[in-house]
């Protein structure tokens, strides 16, 4: 597609269980980012990869939290033993990559985590 | 630490008038970009306009612009002749040389039309 796809979009689950995001960048972008947007919190970053590699993950808020992407193309974040303060929409974006500061991040349509 | 502030939590105007949201940052970077996105009620982030701390004319997309004031630190969105289709939350973003690209995000500004 045109544009950065997720899935689910919506994820209901219970307290304990893992849980798997899946992120589909732009063609072409070889940045990728996830956020995560919740009342309390606003958005915040949680990881960033270029390529495959994770040069910053400084925002993921336990180890719980971990993140993948291969190929250069897929991301998936998964969160194990899920917590009710895990709820939230994460979001994706992906950029071209290597233009520094300038580089405009596009971002999907989010999945929204609900955890009982 | 970089910071974005938005002040204004809620903001209408009348369709067809310009609206100014404000925006206002903080970072001992030299080089850093400034990025506003709008999300409507469907959640999605999308990309407005796009200011560079070394350019020198504000930017403008449309019937948005960028009202930046380097020494003073803001980077106020300016949307003219609002339609009903701007009603969405609008945020404004940093991002630095210094930190891989990962935008900083301000609380956003909700912003209503009305007829």
């Known amino acids: 597609g045109a544009g950065v796809s997720q899935s689910p979009s919506n994820k209901v689950t219970e307290k304990g269980k893992d849980v798997e995001l899946r992120c589909d960048p732009i063609s072409g972008h070889t940045a990728l980012y996830w956020y995560r947007q919740s009342l309390g919190q606003g958005l915040e970053f949680l990881i960033y990869?270029?390529?495959?590699?994770?040069?910053?993950k400084s925002g993921l808020p336990s180890d719980r939290f971990s993140a993948e992407r291969t190929g250069g193309s897929v991301s998936t974040l998964t969160i194990q033993r899920t917590q009710q303060e895990d709820s939230a929409v994460y979001l994706c974006a992906s950029s071209l990559g290597g233009r520094g500061f300038t580089d405009t991040q596009y971002f999907g349509p989010g999945t929204r985590l609900t955890v009982l | 630490a970089q910071k974005i502030t938005q002040t204004q939590p809620g903001m209408f105007v009348q369709e067809k008038e310009a609206v100014t949201l404000d925006c206002t940052y903080d970072?001992?970077?030299?080089?850093?970009?400034l990025f506003w996105y709008k999300q409507p009620s469907s959640g999605e982030m999308i990309f407005l306009i796009y200011?560079?701390?070394?350019?020198?004319q504000n930017a403008t997309e449309g019937r948005y612009s960028l009202n930046f004031q380097k020494a003073r630190k803001s980077a106020n969105l300016v949307i003219s002749a609002s339609q009903l289709g701007d009603s969405a939350m609008y945020f404004c973003?940093?991002?630095?040389?210094?930190?891989?690209?990962?935008?900083?995000f301000g609380a956003g500004t909700r912003l209503a039309v009305h007829p």
């Open positions: 970072t001992s970077d030299q080089s850093y970009g």
């Open positions: 973003a940093m991002s630095s040389s210094g930190g891989y690209n990962k935008l900083i």
């Open positions: 200011q560079g701390s070394y350019d020198e």
């Open positions: 990869f270029q390529g495959n590699s994770a040069p910053d």
